[in-house]
């Protein structure tokens, strides 16, 4: 793991939101100016005013060079501490580097009782400020990942943030944390040495994926100092069944795992369900990790500790929380991802859109191919979205079952279908279902609709239960549902792009 830098002009709350984003992801907090005055036994007012701003950049890049030894860190830099090229190569080469950027009249405001503190801009503050911006404009526009902070509150900045880099730290149910990074199958190794994972290592695949991946891991385990083994079960819905929970159970004993052994799960949602129940079933617990591979699994079943299997009678009527260690998403291996398991994947996507992100959700109006091209953004906000909600509803006893938007329908017509629709397919026709019935009975407006609609067909996902399924089938299937409560079910019903209500129905018919 490695470092977040925060840098930008000043006064856009460096130092204020990476105390909070420290907070969120569980890492140090370290302002480079506070530790260059402490060495220096003076203020930086001091500093420039007796040494000069050669000798106060030449311990700005000292100690940037010592931070190298801490462990990860969320690190406030001072507003022109990366105009070095040495001390912007050292934090490009020791972690990521988000810029804070805000409106000069935003910055103005912020710094009009605090000028006499910033020696580069004494005197005429807007004056100072507005030519220093103009100054390092060109500097600042050079960063990659940018996060404007105006018109926001500072924890409102610091997930935004977060969401930039890719990095969660969930704590609701057990500490552990989710990491979207390019090319971490390679690194995965070096990483679990990093969360003081010891033992030996199984690394559960299917026969879809580990043909494909599975190599990479093993090497990279194995090139940590692991023992690692790999374990394949049959690729499909129609595998995450009892039969193949025992079968894991077996190859873990057969492997010699044993209470101090970790489990890998390196495939899409089935995979990570199954591995997760097993490793939460076999000696009563060891340790586990969810590597996800499809577009699926990144963005929503590997998140929230649910695990579990199906029954002939429906999907995941058996199974337990219990969070893995850490999850570990790398876009690139969507690259190997068949287009039709990509797409199904985007009505996970959609669906946290609606729930909580406008912008998500617009984001994926723009249709398949600019998805495909910003990939790495759209996982790491789809994985905000839920990993918020989980949060603040671990074991989904209120707002979390905002989550099932369209998994009621979508369960049961995925079921009924004996699995010939994919998953997220269902789940589009569910969402499409349960949208209309939201307009039906009052919350949602016809134009919410049709924007959902709209959204989902241009991805190319289904949104009408295919004629040939038998709709009695589909309302058993639907009363089935783990969801049900006595004599109603709850549903997540959208009423707007980014608000959903949660309401329970009595009359499943009237939902079709």
Not at 6 to 33: C, H, M, Q, R, V
Not at 74 to 84: C, F, H
Request: net charge negative; glycine share 8%.
């Amino acid at each position: 793991m490695t470092h977040i830098f925060l840098y930008g002009p000043p006064g856009t709350g460096k130092s204020t939101i990476g105390k909070i984003l420290a907070e969120n992801l569980a890492l140090p907090f370290i302002d480079l100016d506070r530790v260059i005055e402490s060495h220096a036994g003076m203020s930086i007012p001091k500093i420039m005013e007796e040494q000069g701003e050669t000798e106060f950049r030449d311990l700005e890049t000292t100690a940037l060079k010592n931070i190298l030894n801490e462990p990860a860190s969320i690190v406030a830099l001072g507003g022109g501490a990366l105009l070095r090229d040495e001390n912007r190569a050292i934090a490009e080469s020791n972690g990521k580097i988000i810029l804070l950027m805000a409106e000069l009249a935003t910055l103005f405001e912020r710094m009009n009782d605090d000028a006499n503190q910033r020696p580069l801009l004494a005197g005429d503050l807007r004056e100072k400020l507005t030519a220093l911006m103009a100054q390092r404009k060109e500097h600042y526009n050079s960063f990659a990942l940018q996060a404007h902070v105006d018109g926001k509150t500072s924890a409102q900045n610091a997930l935004q943030a977060q969401t930039l880099f890719g990095r969660f730290h969930l704590r609701a149910m057990g500490d552990y944390d989710a990491v979207v990074q390019a090319g971490a199958l390679d690194d995965l190794g070096a990483i679990l040495k990093s969360k003081k994972i010891s033992g030996s290592v199984a690394v559960v695949s299917d026969s879809n994926v580990a043909p494909i991946y599975a190599q990479r891991v093993l090497l990279s385990l194995q090139g940590a100092g692991y023992a690692a083994n790999l374990i394949t079960v049959p690729a499909g819905e129609e595998n995450k069944n009892l039969e193949t929970i025992s079968f894991l159970w077996k190859s873990f004993l057969e492997n010699k795992l044993d209470r101090k052994s970790a489990v890998v799960a390196l495939g899409g949602g089935v995979v990570g369900d199954m591995t997760g129940f097993a490793a939460a079933t076999y000696m009563r617990g060891v340790a586990w990790v969810g590597v996800p591979t499809s577009l699926l699994s990144m963005v929503d079943s590997s998140l929230g500790g649910k695990t579990g299997f199906d029954l002939p009678e429906g999907k995941n009527l058996i199974g337990s929380f219990y969070p893995p260690k850490l999850v570990l998403a790398d876009p690139q291996v969507l690259s190997t991802l068949p287009k039709a398991e990509f797409i199904s994947g985007l009505a996970e996507v959609v669906k946290h859109g609606i729930i909580s992100d406008p912008e998500l959700f617009s984001l994926c109006a723009r249709g398949l191919d600019w998805v495909k091209d910003n990939l790495e953004e759209i996982v790491k906000r789809a994985m905000a979205v839920k990993i918020k909600v989980i949060e603040d509803d671990p074991y989904e006893q209120g707002f979390r079952a905002a989550l099932n938007l369209g998994h009621t329908v979508g369960h049961a017509v995925e079921l009924v279908s004996k699995f010939q629709l994919r998953h997220g397919e269902a789940i589009a026709i569910g969402m499409a279902v349960e949208a209309q019935y939201s307009q039906r009975i009052g919350p949602a407006s016809s134009g919410t609709v049709e924007a959902i609609i709209k959204s989902l067909t241009s991805l190319g996902l289904p949104t009408q239960i295919p004629e040939a399924l038998p709709r009695a089938e589909i309302l058993r299937a639907m009363r089935v549902d783990k969801k049900k409560n006595a004599k109603t079910i709850r549903f997540a019903l959208p009423v707007k792009i980014g608000k959903v209500e949660l309401t329970d129905v009595t009359d499943l018919d009237a939902v079709l």
